[in-house]
């Protein structure tokens, strides 16, 4: 099969269409097997197909992204939709096979979602997508009546001609198939726009409400035995020895092995397989475990923050402005551990005959999942079939470099033989896990001069890196970590002197991207610190900010700007012993603009309202980008407010259920107002950037009300003196 060459995968009156086809190439009806939703391609052609349409008329788009509630499935058969001209009650979504050959986000260069990166690499393919598919369908209309294709429009999903011709895509798909394939369709000007920038009802919002969404958990194979495996209590220690005895007591246990990560427990069912585990004995070889508490830690990266790091951003002379400047502020901020604690802990299916595989799981990284997969079966990738289920939440957890998912389900396979495999973590095991956001601490020092003008700016942040030794490490860069400090470098900013450091700390916790990644402390350092300075200097925290806005920093003004005529700004101070803050983040290239209006109960923010402004470049569903807005905006707020992850002396997780993890309650989430700026700008994602400016807009206010900003977070912590 030639990479050169575009194909068509069509039949039983069916046409799917790729977007890398080239221009003599033609799709033959019948030359292979029709897509099914959950199917591998196997056909001949080369299956680099997004769009499929169907007899019954329905558009069916492939769709490149795991669905775990961020809106792919909508926002790009919306891309689709529009290019076609199709009626939206015709589209459907389902997702693609894992193929990184065909499927392959086009940023990373593998097959994954991740860095709110859906929408903008998918912005132009899965339009092109839709046009190729539009021109084929006219072109089987024209033939088929004896017309001219361009004499022919299409509306609401129906080709149309003056004379009375009129046909639905699904009677003309088979035709469709002998058509030409268009090399490089041309796309519409945007003022032609009909589906893009309006509101549209999420596509798989229906099945999940009735329950007939399928979920890994909903996957059940003939003969299927489900497990539970048991991992050591502290990170880095190894098993020594097991002993079965009592687990293989237990009614419904089928049998117990070694895995690499621990000791696994097979069991007729859900129950069996957790009482078994219970009811095991097993040693551990904690010579290279983690010992350490949160807080050792915390003391350990605290002094190195003092001592200094490599330098990943500078300008000007900073140790020099520091020494003249009139005044000088400091702080030091600490940030914990964080779980992802999705609704729907990590899980997995694996079938397999010895020969070939089939596993199911909320993959974020099919790529990855595939190979390791594929790699620990002793598979050729060909004879593993990885199905992408829609995943009950994320925030980064199932994006794994190590696919230690992936190569524990595929490890459990293996040792118990051929059959079907489920495996399921339960809460306690995903938050005693691992894998968090992770320890970090920033110390910042900024100068005044004698007009409360900022001339100096230097931040040093610790915590590890959660790339370095894995696949992804070839993002690092000259020994440092992008995504450990993102958001303090590239600020918008025209700081006249200034510098960023980084020192990578080392642990056995295995730490992992959580939603915004970097932003998520970086926010909260830089716009808390930035707002004491602001007031240190007698400057309003808005227009304080646009004065300090470089020239090139259009888009930020644009949000700092609406956000203050949404919220109505006054100034910090409120009526009513409230007050306001504000925060201004760009992450994943959308720009974020927040207010809060905040009280008190004992030292405990009460959010009142927030007001978001937010540039993603053109918004594809205004319903989807509000809806992440908002949902970006209680995720943080529950974190900022309640969450951490404590290591008690000898390195145990304090934490393991929602009862010490808690999520955010219905009568803490604020009321929320959203205003979506009108850009032409290539979209990009919102999946995260709603989540950076919660707490800084929220501990700015806190300064406000109280005479200082909480420089530990959460902030429960910040108040009971880390004692969640």
């Known amino acids: 099969m030639q990479t050169t060459r575009r194909r068509f995968l069509a039949g039983a009156g069916s046409l799917v269409i790729g977007v890398a086809l080239p221009l003599k190439s033609r799709a033959h009806s019948g030359a292979a097997a029709v ?23 329905t558009v069916t788009v492939l769709v490149k992204h795991i669905e775990f509630g961020q809106g792919p499935y909508t926002g790009l058969s919306t891309l689709v939709a529009e290019e076609m001209d199709a009626d939206w009650g015709q589209m459907r979504a389902t997702a693609a096979p894992a193929n990184a050959a065909l499927y392959a986000n086009t940023i990373f260069g593998v097959q994954g979602t991740g ?85 549209r009802p999420k596509l798989d919002s229906a099945q999940k409400s009735t329950g007939k969404a399928d979920f890994t958990i909903d996957v059940y194979r003939e003969g299927m035995a489900t497990v539970a495996v048991l991992h050591p209590p502290k990170f880095g220690a190894t098993l020594k020895e097991f002993d079965a005895t009592a687990a293989l007591a237990v009614s419904g246990v089928t049998r117990v092995e070694r895995v690499p990560s621990g000791v696994a427990v097979y069991g007729k069912n859900t129950h069996a397989a957790l009482k078994g585990r219970r009811a095991l004995t097993a ?37 020099a402005a520091l020494a003249a400047a009139d005044t000088v502020l400091g702080a030091e901020y600490i940030f914990p551990m964080l779980a992802h604690a999705p609704l729907e802990p990590l899980d997995a299916v694996l079938e397999w005959d010895g020969a070939k595989a089939d596993l199911w799981m909320g993959s974020q990284l099919q790529t990855v999942d595939h190979q390791v997969a594929a790699s620990t079966l002793g598979l050729d990738l060909a004879a593993v079939n990885v199905h992408t289920m ?24 293996k040792a118990g033989g051929p059959g079907a495999y489920k495996l399921l973590w339960s809460r306690e095991d995903d938050i005693k896990g691992g894998y968090y956001r992770p320890l970090t601490v920033h110390r910042l020092r900024g100068g005044l001069d004698a007009n409360g003008n900022i001339v100096a700016w230097h931040n040093v942040l610790a ?12 993002m690092m860069q000259d020994g440092l970590d992008p995504t450990a400090y993102e958001g303090s470098t590239k600020m918008p900013y025209a700081w006249p002197a200034h510098r960023v450091e ?129 949902g970006g905006a209680g995720f943080g707020l529950g974190t900022a407010l309640h969450n951490a992850i404590h290591l008690d002396p000898g390195g145990t997780v304090r934490e393991s259920n929602f009862d010490r993890y ?25 999946g995260e950037p709603g989540t950076p400016p919660v707490a800084p807009a929220i501990g700015s206010a806190m300064r406000v009300l109280t005479g200082t900003t909480p420089k530990r977070l959460p902030f429960a912590d910040a108040i009971t003196g880390n004692d969640a």
């Open 35 to 57: 897509i099914a939703p959950d199917a591998p391609f196997e056909a001949p052609f080369a299956p680099n197909a997004f769009v499929r349409v169907s007899p019954d008329n």
């Open 115 to 199: 860095g709110s990166t859906a929408i903008a690499n998918s912005y132009i393919q899965m339009r092109k997508a839709g046009a190729a598919a539009r021109k084929m369908l006219l072109d089987a209309a024209a033939r088929t009546w004896g017309l001219s294709a361009d004499d022919l429009l299409i509306e609401n999903g129906v080709i149309r001609h003056a004379d009375g011709h009129s046909a639905t895509f699904g009677e003309m798909a088979a035709e469709a198939t002998n058509s030409d394939v268009p090399s490089d369709p041309p796309l519409k000007d945007p003022s032609q726009f009909k589906l893009i920038g309006t509101n």
């Open 283 to 319: 040693t551990w070889d904690e010579t290279n475990a983690e010992t350490r508490s949160s807080d050792e830690m915390e003391t350990v990266w605290a002094a190195a923050a003092r001592e200094g790091g490599l330098t990943a951003e500078e300008s000007g002379d900073v140790d």
């Open 390 to 413: 829609m995943a009950g939440g994320s925030f980064g957890r199932r994006a794994q470099p190590t696919s230690h998912v992936a190569a524990e389900v595929a490890a459990i396979a």
């Open 463 to 474: 915590n590890q890196s959660i790339i370095a030794g894995s696949p992804f490490a070839m």
């Open 502 to 630: 980084w020192r990578m700390m080392e642990s056995q916790v295995p730490v992992l991207w959580w939603r915004a990644v970097g932003h998520t402390h970086t926010a909260y350092a830089t716009e808390t610190f930035l707002d004491e300075l602001l007031a240190a200097g007698g400057k309003d925290p808005v227009q304080g900010r646009l004065d300090l806005l470089s020239d090139g920093a259009g888009r930020d003004r644009g949000v700092l700007q609406r956000v203050a005529e949404m919220a109505n700004w006054q100034g910090p101070k409120g009526a009513d012993g409230r007050a306001y803050g504000v925060a201004l983040h760009e992450s994943f290239n959308t720009y974020v603009a927040m207010i809060a209006e905040v009280s008190h109960d004992e030292g405990m923010p009460k959010v009142h309202q927030m007001w978001i402004a937010v540039d993603c470049g053109v918004a594809v569903n205004p319903n989807v980008i509000t809806a992440q807005m908002e």
């Open 662 to 686: 808690r999520l955010l309650r219905i009568n803490e989430m604020p009321k929320i107002h959203v205003s979506i700026l009108e850009s032409s700008e290539p979209p990009t994602g919102v």
